[in-house]
């Protein structure tokens, strides 16, 4: 029975901890001095106020001990509990660095749900971004990436987790159980089947962990169409074909595509 009630202790927050025992710490001098002195501190309001600003250090002096023993238990409160309240600040300080660096490297888990995820960061889903936050458009944006170490741009809007989107771990980190959809584009720095099968390797790894979820797959060679397709793709993106057929219409003059 004492090492589940051990064990449950120890899943409790640092920092919950520790608000529990300031507030049991005011509480219980605010009590006390109430007791001790009950002209100067006629209710416990007055007892658990004074004992907020002592342990805050601000010293407001509008409830002070007059008897000696009031004033011993004053000092003592000063000497614990403003000890607890710097740590408390410290850890939430700590905290809050803590996070922005995660979010920063890419290794904070994002939360949120009906997200929208883009894998690779390249010009594409660079646009991509740009033009949903164009539009207003208020969907979470999360991207995923192993070729960057830090987040590209704190300022543009989306949630970065660096890793390797075939692997479970990583799109968990990415809510991916959770989210609408799934943006899959191809890495042009590979090899055009190494690229399409990472990107297969991607949709199905997604479709595992959510199977309902909207997927558009880039694909480069045509040769991968159906594998895609099989892998359970909603929607195929096939570039190469999409980018010959703009070139061969401005070679024959047949369209004019500004450049």
Same mark, same amino acid.
């Given at each position: 029975m004492i090492q589940k009630i051990t064990s449950h202790i120890s899943k409790i927050p640092k920092i919950t901890k520790l608000v529990i025992i300031i507030l049991i710490l005011i509480t219980l001098f605010g009590f006390t001095m109430t007791i001790i002195e009950p002209k100067t501190f006629p209710?416990? =309001?007055? #007892?658990?106020w004074?004992? %907020?600003?002592?342990?805050?250090?601000v010293g407001y002096g509008d409830y002070t001990p007059v008897t000696i023993v009031g004033k011993l238990i004053g000092i003592l409160l %000063?000497?614990?509990g403003a000890g607890f309240v710097t740590t408390y600040f410290a850890t939430v300080s700590s905290a809050a660095i803590s996070s922005e660096e995660k979010l920063m490297n890419g290794t904070k888990d994002f939360t949120e749900e009906n997200h929208y995820i883009i894998v690779g960061w390249n010009e594409r889903s660079k646009n991509i971004i740009s033009r949903l936050h164009e539009q207003k458009s208020k969907v979470p944006i999360v991207l995923i990436d192993q070729t960057l170490r830090k987040h590209p741009d704190r300022h543009f809007g989306f949630h970065f987790i660096n890793g390797k989107a075939t692997e479970d771990n990583v799109l968990l980190k990415a809510n991916i159980q959770k989210a609408a959809r799934i943006l899959i584009t191809a890495d042009f720095k590979q090899q055009e089947f190494q690229a399409d099968m990472f990107s297969i390797l991607t949709l199905i790894a997604s479709k595992g962990l959510n199977p309902n979820i909207y997927s558009c797959v880039e694909i480069l060679t =045509?040769?991968?169409m159906e594998n895609a397709k099989r892998a359970g793709a909603d929607h195929i993106i096939q570039t190469n074909i999409f980018a010959g057929a703009i070139m061969v219409n401005v070679l024959t003059g047949e369209?004019?595509? #500004?450049t």
């Open positions: 209710s416990i =309001l007055e #007892g658990i004074w004992a %907020i600003v002592t342990t805050s250090t %000063i000497f614990i =045509l040769s991968q369209n004019n595509y #500004g």
